[in-house]
């Protein structure tokens, strides 16, 4: 009921919105008129924008000056324990990290397969192989994952795919509990989001590869390029504006990786990130002023990556 409400009811308050605004306007001037035409067309989709996206991100900042419970204002005092708190610094020293790995492995992984599927005859069933885990939540691929690293003590049977795996393979290997360990539980978490974003940046890649006139290439290998000569100074060059878009995109997960923290750690052993520790400073802690803080923290992180985004779009649009 409420689905046909919605199919029904959309189009016909559009619809008597644009008999209302047109009746408003029609007793003035052509040239108020026209004036004004755009901004009245414009003014719901601006009030939505206002409701949902201005005034929560301005109330999030207000409330990033405040105490625990949003009633006295306690100045930067928030963004000093964001900076200064040893858990925040971790958070930031993880972030980095997966914005550096994350980006760089799923980002190189998806071009190589993207490169090593083109002209294979199966094309179509690998790369809809590789691209299975994107249907698949970061919670559930998080739980299979989880049983992936399980860890028993040297000497039990390991149920764990991956210790059961090395310990066949390498007589010696002892058992590592890769999401205890702090050494490599981090780079464990980030292998887990590479798995399920691969499959995304191949798609995107693969499509752009395709749009590569193969009677350039075919060129290049006449006059005697290799393959690596081919892939190093012709698809890489033409293919680098969809490897920023692509980047761009893995770069901001990056910056907002929860999920699969929260289901695998909960951000103990040293792997938190930022937007856990804003959810249990908000959730577990009941301290809105610390967890408005940290997400404006995280909000400014991202502007300058949309801001070059941006910037690298007018520039394209200037050239052409």
């Known amino acids: 009921?409420?689905?046909?409400?919605?199919?029904?009811?959309?189009?016909?308050?559009?619809?008597?919105?644009?008999?209302?605004?047109?009746?408003?306007?029609?007793?003035?001037?052509?040239?108020?008129?026209?004036?004004?035409?755009?901004?009245?067309?414009?003014?719901?989709?601006?009030a939505f924008?206002?409701?949902?996206?201005?005034?929560?991100a301005l109330n999030t900042l207000l409330l990033s000056l405040k105490d625990a419970r949003s009633a006295d204002f306690v100045g930067l005092?928030?963004?000093?324990?964001?900076?200064?708190?040893?858990?925040?610094?971790?958070?930031?020293?993880?972030?980095?990290?997966?914005?550096?790995?994350?980006?760089?492995?799923?980002?190189?992984?998806?071009?190589?397969?993207?490169?090593?599927?083109?002209?294979?005859?199966?094309?179509?069933?690998?790369?809809?192989?590789?691209?299975?885990?994107?249907?698949?939540?970061?919670?559930?691929?998080?739980?299979?994952?989880?049983?992936?690293?399980?860890?028993?003590p040297e000497g039990v049977a390991q149920i764990g795919l991956l210790n059961a795996l090395l310990s066949s393979l390498?007589?010696?290997?002892?058992?590592?509990?890769?999401?205890?360990?702090?050494?490599?539980?981090?780079?464990?978490?980030?292998?887990?989001?590479?798995?399920?974003?691969?499959?995304?940046?191949?798609v995107i890649l693969s499509a752009a590869l395709k749009g590569i006139d193969p009677a350039l290439l075919e060129a290049a290998r006449v006059d005697g390029a290799t393959e690596w000569q081919v892939f190093w100074r012709i698809m890489i060059p033409i293919l680098s504006t969809t490897i920023i878009v692509v980047a761009t995109t893995m770069v901001i997960f990056a910056l907002?990786?929860?999920?699969?923290?929260?289901?695998?750690?909960?951000g103990n052993f040293n792997t938190e990130v930022i937007a856990n520790r804003m959810y249990k400073e908000m959730f577990n802690f009941r301290h809105f002023g610390r967890a408005s803080a940290i997400a404006v923290i995280l909000f400014l992180a991202t502007i300058p990556v949309m801001v070059a985004n941006v910037r690298r779009f007018r520039g394209q649009e200037a050239v052409r």
Not at 80 to 109: K, S
Not at 256 to 266: C, P, W
């Open 256 to 266: 907002k990786a929860f999920d699969v923290v929260y289901v695998m750690t909960n």
């Open 77 to 152: 005092q928030n963004y000093v324990f964001a900076f200064t708190n040893r858990t925040m610094l971790i958070a930031f020293r993880n972030n980095l990290l997966w914005l550096v790995f994350f980006t760089f492995f799923t980002v190189g992984f998806g071009l190589l397969m993207a490169v090593l599927t083109d002209r294979v005859h199966y094309e179509p069933l690998a790369k809809s192989v590789m691209f299975m885990p994107m249907a698949i939540s970061f919670v559930a691929a998080s739980v299979i994952w989880k049983f992936v690293y399980e860890f028993r």
């Open 170 to 202: 390498i007589p010696e290997f002892q058992p590592v509990a890769w999401l205890v360990n702090q050494v490599v539980n981090n780079f464990a978490l980030i292998m887990v989001a590479v798995w399920v974003w691969v499959g995304f940046c191949l």
């Open 1 to 46: 009921m409420l689905a046909l409400v919605v199919v029904a009811g959309v189009p016909a308050a559009q619809v008597g919105y644009a008999y209302l605004v047109e009746a408003l306007i029609r007793p003035l001037p052509e040239k108020t008129q026209w004036a004004l035409r755009p901004w009245l067309w414009l003014a719901p989709a601006l």
């Open 49 to 56: 924008l206002g409701v949902f996206l201005i005034y929560p």
